[in-house]
């Protein structure tokens, strides 16, 4: 089980259940957009982001980036937060009766070993000052933002990694930024792995 002082800040009570199996640290949750209007959560989340730091792992649809958006947009400029991202994954969760709206699994529907994986990456080189060597200007050197087929190559890019097609440009650097180096990423990028 994996240890960290860090809060992990999920949407709901399944995915703590989910992750609690996993970690072994404080999980809040969001309750879903319950977290809008909830100022002394929002407050609670602040107080570990100035603090031990958070880690937000939502599920990959609209309404997980949507809270994910808003929680960021809610902290201090300079707080510690890592994204976590589940891959986009298809199919439904056991208690429920049908998939979700976009069809994707969420948190509480990964595998115990996917999630521990996901957090180890995200964990690795915390102790220090976190790197930040690929950016939107190198992520544009590679073709993946600003050409013609840019969009078709990030889509391979992400897929490939197992991460979820809905990142922006900023998020998908800050993951690769957690994943590899800028050499590990251009290597990748000459790979036949994309084409």
Known sequence: MLKTDKAIVVEGKYDKIRLSGVIDGTI?????????KNSEKLELL?????????????????AGFAIRSYIKGCLDENADIINVYIPDIFGKERRKEKPSKEGKLGVEGMKNDLLEELLKKALQGQDGERRRDI????????????????????????????????????????????MMTREELAELMDTQILD
């Open 46 to 62: 602040r107080h570990y982001a100035r603090t031990t730091g958070i880690i937000i792992i939502t599920d990959s649809d609209r």
């Open 28 to 36: 809040i949750c969001t309750d879903g957009f319950g977290v809008f």
């Open 135 to 178: 950016d939107k200007t190198f992520l544009f050197e590679l073709g993946l933002t600003g050409g013609a087929n840019s969009s078709e190559l990030r889509m391979k890019l992400l897929k490939h990694l197992g991460l979820p097609a809905r990142l922006t440009t900023n998020a998908m650097a800050d993951m690769l930024n957690t």
